[in-house]
């Protein structure tokens, strides 16, 4: 079989092993139907503003946003990974895209989204989606925080009823808008949009259950309508069903839309995967998703929204919230809340017509102070400076620069600060010198952050004959660590020491047996599985075998003395106990023999060690 045939084959699997088993057919009609139809029309009237909403601030219109809650909305439940999932037009996806509208046109973006479903699906068949949720929590609260300032941003100038250069940075266009407003104030959609936002953020805050966005967007609508006022709004939508074309790709553009392709995967799985996860949570009682599975109707959902007009969608986690907490158990909540949209959107057509941009920008002003969960980004600036500063440079950089670039140098910063204080918990001790034997404790990971540290731990040797390396508390070893162990080594043995290592574990063999270490020492009989019998053959190889005791295992020595059987098998080496003669075991008057613990505080450490 050729290479790429055994690639088709494993793809071909990888794909069947995502597609929806057939109890989940059954489970929606046996599982709380009544229930789960009454979370999806929940759903239904809350998204309808926000799906309008996010539509006109992408550029693309009113209509891209109602089509992709309901056609990405269907396709990603029923093919989705999880069961409470509610997929459409998100805020995060609609900061990023008008500034690709502006770049690259409408049919530009359709094709980047179809080429992003396209990832999406590689990427879920692969199994790899699992690695997506490892992005630190600081750097996702970062792109959050960030996202809400562009959404924010992205409505000054409708707020202020001025109009706005689209390839602009968000934050450089309010500031024009502002500045216009100055010269030409149009005070009529700062009051809708003011109130808007207000009624929205108050009402959701005292009475949640109800949908104030929607009735505050029809109260504005009604007003404008009987006092004549004259502001912008969304305009007559084009028949519903849409019908569904592929006119828009433009084949010889594909190349140069990678970049934006790109950025809309990683938003969607990022925001994907995330919002699953708090529906997990928030359901509880065993519920999981499958992250694979859900990038796969993720990218299912953008393969097929573009052909009937919709723009790149991901799943919402704000709606997603709404529907676990009306009470969904299954995808027919989800379903529910497609369909809702569609009859809503063909029954409300004339109304929707009429609704001011103002009142939509209000809308979104509340949805972007919401995201703003202040207690949480608080709580990661008690944590750790480090989080602090990883989130608040994530946000800062997804706000001016670019989400992707912010997402990189986070991830980034973040690892290099997990690294370091990784790097601070290796220890390289001196915890025994008995005679002419040093003994060292290494303790944590031996990689390449540590390297340059500990290598000076041993700039002198110490004032021994031998020195024995105690490794049992060392968790990891990579290439770098092993290097640095047989530098020290090599470095000790040249000034004439004698070096033995006891209790290397099995999984560190390979990477000491690579450099060399492993084999040398083990000819030499320098390598032990525990403390005390390293310390006997230090003993031996210096030539104080006749001071020191035959060992026998369950048997700790101290001072070339027996102390008895210790709690986990032989005991390490200790100082500081009281001598009670060659070959007699430390007991107290009245134990019947049994023996004790030293009564010298650091023969006790020696021990608990």
Known sequence: MSVMSYVAAAATRGFRGLLPPRSEFTELVRDHPKRNL???VTV????????????VASGLGAAAGLTTAIVAGAVAAFFGGSNLQVSGPTGAMTAVLAPMVAAYGIGGVFTAAMLAGLMLVLVATTGIARYVRLIPAPVVEGFTAGIAGIIFFQQIPILLGQSADPTQKVTVGAWHSALSFVDTPRWTPVLIAVSVAAVTLIGAHRWPKIPFSLLSIIAATVIVGVFGLNTAEIGALPAMPPTPSASFLEWSAIPTLGGAAVTIAVICALESLLSATVADRMRGKGSRHDPNRELF??????LVAPLFGGMPASAAISRTAVNVRAGATSRLSALTHAVGLGVLAIAAAPLVAHIPLAALAGVLIATAIRMLELGVLRT????????????LLTAVLTLVHDLLAAIAIGVAVAGISAIRQIAAATRAERVGHEGDIATFRLDGPLFFAVTH???????????SGAVVFRCAKVSTIDSSGALLLRDVIEALESAGKHVHLAGVREDHHRALTAVGVLPRLAETGRVHPHTPAAMAAARRQLGLAALAPAFRPGTAVVRGRETGVTRDGPATMCTGAVPTGRGRRLSAP??????????DPLARKAFAS
């Open 590 to 599: 009245g134990t019947g023999g049994r023996p004790r613990m030293a009564a």
């Open 38 to 40: 009454t979370a999806g």
């Open 453 to 463: 540290r500990l290598l000076h731990t041993f700039d002198e040797p110490p004032p």
């Open 297 to 302: 109707g993720q990218g299912l959902a953008n």
């Open 380 to 391: 990661f600036g008690k944590v750790s400076r480090a989080d602090g500063v990883v989130m």
């Open 44 to 55: 239904a009237i809350i998204a309808l503003p926000l799906a309008l909403g996010y539509g």
